[in-house]
């Protein structure tokens, strides 16, 4: 298989250059796993710890307590919403309406941001038509009565209210998960992208030295095939320390590139 063969290329530093006549796109490919293996690590730990915070629940209850008088009769235990009536009960907080007890899976027209408590679900619309969905409550580790929420005053209250609102944004877990990798895995191979482009152009300045040299989409290519090994070294890293693994893996690029310039340029280019 060819991403074997790239990998062998990447640490087969005399003959670098005869390299970059392998195809563009299986190039290509080896360059996306070998950023994938970079970042697994930190991949890993956005898993481990949920995701980046959303906070626009939690913030904006520790920026003003609601006021509500929650239903008494209601409390959430045992991964569900559980209300002896089949009232709905809403409340508006900082432009978002949490209704209480809803009964309704028409959640996807709403035209307005709101939260919504249900049996055995939450959900999130936006306003917009946009929504997400938090099964089972699991953002709540214990049993939240609602009589406590509004017997609670001053400081308790504030805790109360605060830890309510981080249970919220807990339940919505996976999207949230999925969202910080999609932007850490976007983010970090765009980078990686445009070190490429740099560190190509400065190879092409070696060009001024020789007669003949590669052209810049081989140069491209050979700063792909220096990914191999970085990649290995800050996976191992990262597991240790995560966020000092990218900096391992450029690092690793530049002295790879620099070395093969220095000792096998001369003896390839004229």
Known sequence: MFIIRFFKHSVDYPNYFEHTKEKGWKVFIFFILVSLISLFPMNLLIVQ???WKLDFIEQSFIAETPD???????QITASELVCSTDTVYS????DITYIFNI???????????????MENKIVYTNGEGAYMIGYDYKGFDDS??????????GENREQMYEDFGASIETSFGNYIIFYTLLVNIGTSIGLYAFFVLVMSLVIQLFRFGY??????????KMVVFSMGLPSII???????????????FQFGIGIILM??????GKKTFK
Not at 68 to 74: A, F, G, H, R, T
Not at 213 to 220: E, K, N, S
Not at 259 to 264: A, E, F, G, S, T
């Open 49 to 51: 710890e949920d995701g």
């Open 68 to 74: 509500w008088q929650l239903p008494d009769d209601c």
């Open 91 to 94: 409340y508006e907080h900082n």
């Open 103 to 117: 009964n309704t899976d028409e959640y996807t027209d709403s035209d307005e941001k709101s939260i919504l408590f």
């Open 144 to 153: 939240l009565s609602f009589r406590s929420l509004n017997l609670a005053t």
């Open 211 to 220: 007669s003949s040299f590669l052209t810049f989409r081989q140069t491209m």
């Open 234 to 248: 800050s996976l191992v890293v990262g597991f240790i320390e995560p966020t000092f693994a990218p900096v391992i």
């Open 259 to 264: 070395v093969v310039m220095l000792k096998y």
